[in-house]
């Protein structure tokens, strides 16, 4: 069993500001028992990417004021940022740990092209790490909107999909429908953490959701700063797998064209 925070956070400029509004938050996820703490997509610097937000390395002066504050307060923290490296610049996400160790890092593999024109799409495929007793995936907005990709996760084990996104208003469907469809069909848990507000011409639509493999969810409602706290049960995903059975009764060899085209 773990406890997680989601922070649906309104969405401001500056990566000082971030870090400040981060520490915070992460006293109040610890204090109320949390062990992973959630942030929405790009969380350092916000989204859309603005010229005077500056991309850095994995590891940067960024990640590293992160895995400070991780230690701090003991509990691992998921964040966005804008990754630069040598294939490009990228969307990328980090899981660090409780110790500030950084665990496992990926990079968006699907871009949203009316909003990220600047960014080059990541090939990593399934990126997971083992977060106490659960294994733990990413991905990020877009992403699970192809079910292919969370399909990809749940053959190769995740127990929680943790999904920091940018979902705008009119796609709430996403949020709503979407996503609990994911979390049942794959067994898993998927953990979609939202802004809210407007920041550069975006309207963001919030509904940070939390949904379970047997269709139970947690979901901020409100368009408002939350920290939603759930439960991830690995008993749940057991008796979800026990009672459908959808992985163990694919058949693979018929969806060829799915991959091939």
């Known amino acids: 069993m773990m406890r997680i925070a989601c922070w649906q956070a ?10 400040e509004r981060l520490g915070a938050v992460a006293a109040r996820a610890a204090a109320g028992g949390a062990e992973l703490l959630v942030t929405p997509e790009m969380s350092v610097g916000g989204y859309p990417l603005r010229r005077d937000v500056l991309a850095e ?51 968006k593999a699907h871009l949203y092209r ?4 600047q960014f080059v799409p990541g090939s ?25 990709m969370v399909r990809a996760h749940a053959l190769a084990g995740t127990e929680l999909l943790v999904v920091p996104t940018a979902l ?17 069909e794959n067994q898993l848990y998927v953990a979609y953490t939202n ?6 011409g975006v309207r963001f639509c919030g509904l940070t ?3 379970a493999p ?37 058949r693979p060899e018929l969806y060829g064209p799915v991959t091939e085209r």
Not at 10 to 19: E, I, N, S, T
Not at 124 to 148: H, N, S
């Open 10 to 19: 309104a969405c401001m400029p500056g990566v000082d500001r971030f870090l």
């Open 209 to 211: 959701t939390v949904a």
């Open 168 to 184: 705008m208003t009119p796609w709430e469907f996403v949020a709503r429908v979407l996503v609990p469809a994911r979390a049942f």
């Open 57 to 107: 390395v994995a590891g940067g002066a960024a990640g590293a004021a992160v895995a400070r504050i991780a230690r701090e307060h003991g509990l691992a923290i998921v964040y966005g940022w804008p990754e630069t490296a040598s294939t490009g610049l990228h969307n990328s996400v980090r899981l660090t740990d409780r110790t500030g160790e950084a665990l496992v890092s990926y990079r």
């Open 195 to 200: 802004w809210i507000g407007r920041n550069e």
């Open 124 to 148: 990593d495929g399934v990126v997971q790490a083992t977060l106490g007793e659960l294994r733990v995936g990413l991905l990020i907005c877009y992403d699970v909107e192809f079910p292919e």
């Open 214 to 250: 047997d269709t139970g969810l947690v979901r901020v409602e409100e368009p408002r700063e939350e920290l939603l706290f759930a439960e991830i049960d690995p008993k749940v995903i057991a008796a979800a797998r026990a009672a459908t059975t959808y992985l163990a009764d694919r």
């Open 114 to 117: 009316p909003a990220e024109p």
